[in-house]
């Protein structure tokens, strides 16, 4: 992969790269790449996981990977979520969700 080979040529992984190269809006847009593409499953994880604990939770970022990965990936999201934080990305809806809104998103969880 040529991350691996950055590393090799470097001296660095790609992240640190990125971090030491990049900064503000740019930065973090760049770092979600090479997230994303190092390993897409733990990138969606916590991805939803910040979006969950963010001060005001970032609904539009959690509909828009439930809805865009139902059908796609989501359950490989769902098994990196239980390895990173212990706990079924199904039990954090269930107890931080209330409503219509929780119905729908544990709906799209169990979507086949």
Known sequence: MVFDEYRLVSGLAMEEA???ACSGD???A??????????????YAETIEGALRKFRR??????????SRC????????R?????YHKTLYH??????SGSYKEVMLALLNTP
């Open 26 to 28: 740019v930065g973090h």
């Open 92 to 97: 954090t809806i269930q107890t931080d969700m």
């Open 80 to 84: 990196e979520y239980l390895k990173i």
């Open 58 to 67: 970032d609904d539009h970022t959690l509909i828009r990977i439930f809805v």
């Open 30 to 43: 760049a770092l979600a790449i090479v997230k994303a593409a190092l390993d897409k499953s733990q990138f």
């Open 18 to 20: 990125v971090k030491s």
């Open 71 to 78: 059908e796609v990936d989501l359950e490989s999201i769902k």
